[in-house]
């Protein structure tokens, strides 16, 4: 495996279920990003892991639980989603601060595509 | 904070028929200018990496400029399989998280 992958790339949940998505980077990056995007919207930043911190968006809801047991994978917990929350989510990876110049580039993987139902 | 705005929204192409898409950015300590083309219901895939005023890039029929305020990403003798969403971003000197555009649709129909 190369790049970014995620799992499920589709994903069809009650609104009472619990699930989790699955991100895994093999660029050995050390920072890691889940990404909402809803039908004709810009992608909206949900949280960050990297070795010097934790970014969360503070509008994203506590139904969604972010989790990073190291720099190569990062899990997005879903617990009693609502039908507003059916969109691609995405992860993505890239180095961190403090790197040198032309390690910028941020990766993204295939997707997630989340329904509620 | 840094901003970026895409132009236009949407864009439609005849195949063969040139044209340019807008980036305006605002950032404090460029770090790095990002585009993107990104297919329905995929994930953005990775087209340049832009650095300094003057910069450009080459890949196929695109071509990507950057100024000290706004790049271009140019599409020449575009083709139908050129379709797709073009996102742009910045990483400022401030942060690592890079600000993303709402990006440009294009279609191009044969």
């Known amino acids: 495996e190369t790049g970014v992958t995620q799992t499920p790339r589709h994903l069809v949940m009650g609104m009472t279920n619990k699930k989790s998505l699955k991100c895994e980077q093999h660029?050995?990056?050390?920072?890691m990003y889940w990404y909402k995007q809803s039908a004709k919207k810009p992608l909206e930043l949900m949280f960050v892991?990297?070795?010097?911190?934790?970014?969360e968006n503070n509008s994203v809801p506590s139904r969604f639980s972010p989790e990073c047991p190291n720099s190569s994978h990062l899990f997005l917990h879903l617990h009693t989603l609502q039908p507003e929350d059916s969109a691609l989510y995405l992860c993505?990876?890239?180095?961190?601060?403090?790197?040198?110049?032309?390690?910028?580039?941020?990766?993204f993987g295939p997707g997630t595509r989340l329904l509620v139902l | 904070e840094d901003q970026v705005t895409q132009s236009p929204e949407a864009l439609r192409l005849q195949e063969g028929e040139s044209s340019s898409l807008n980036c305006s950015y605002t950032v404090s300590g460029l770090r790095g200018l990002f585009w993107y083309r990104q297919d329905p219901g995929k994930g953005p895939e990775f087209l340049f990496t832009l650095y300094s005023a003057g910069e450009e890039k080459e890949k196929e029929r695109l071509k990507a400029t950057l100024t000290k305020k706004e790049s271009f990403l140019h599409i020449t003798a575009p083709k139908p399989e050129d379709s797709a969403t073009y996102l742009c971003?910045?990483?400022?000197?401030?942060?690592?998280?890079?600000?993303f555009g709402r990006g440009t649709s294009l279609i191009v129909h044969p």
């Open positions: 971003a910045v990483r400022g000197g401030g942060s690592y998280i890079p600000t």
């Open positions: 660029l050995g990056h050390n920072a």
């Open positions: 892991y990297s070795l010097e911190e934790r970014v």
């Open positions: 993505a990876s890239s180095q961190g601060r403090f790197k040198p110049r032309g390690q910028e580039t941020q990766y």
